[in-house]
Nanobody, 124 residues
Framework: QVKVVESGGGLVQAGGSLNLSCTAS????????MGWFRQSPGKQREGVAA???????KYSDSVKGRFTISQDSAKTSLYLQMNSLKPEDTAMYYC??????????????????WGQGTQVTVSS
């Protein structure tokens, strides 16, 4: 059984940084693409960043240059380093795992395993 768990959310001032972590038991990172998504109240969940088993990464335009997705060398943990945070980054952040596909995407439907989310709040 696959279980995805996020941690590291919290309250931070605009311009600050947070590092989110994710562990996913019951699956091997080498067989999956891993991603971070977020959802704000009243908005649809959107893809933020993804990484495949080869280390190829993809980012949404809204976070490119500010956020970095990575995995540890053992490929047991996923991270999202968020710098220069803005109030509009406030959202519930979700970690997700998806079966490897030919092209890495930020499409929600390509990811089948989800965590419960960790709240990130950025104050102005």
């Amino acid at each position: 059984q696959v279980k995805v768990v996020e941690s590291g959310g919290g309250l931070v001032q605009a311009g600050g940084s947070l590092n989110l972590s994710c562990t996913a038991s019951g699956l091997t990172f080498d067989d999956y693409a891993m991603g971070w998504f977020r959802q704000s109240p009243g908005k649809q969940r959107e893809g933020v960043a993804a990484i495949d088993s080869n280390g190829y990464t993809k980012y949404s335009d809204s976070v490119k240059g500010r956020f970095t997705i990575s995995q540890d060398s053992a490929k047991t943990s996923l991270y999202l380093q968020m710098n220069s945070l803005k109030p509009e980054d406030t959202a519930m952040y979700y970690c997700a795992a998806g079966n490897a596909v030919p092209i890495l995407t930020l499409i929600e439907a390509d990811f089948g395993y989800w965590g419960q989310g960790t709240q990130v709040t950025v104050s102005s």
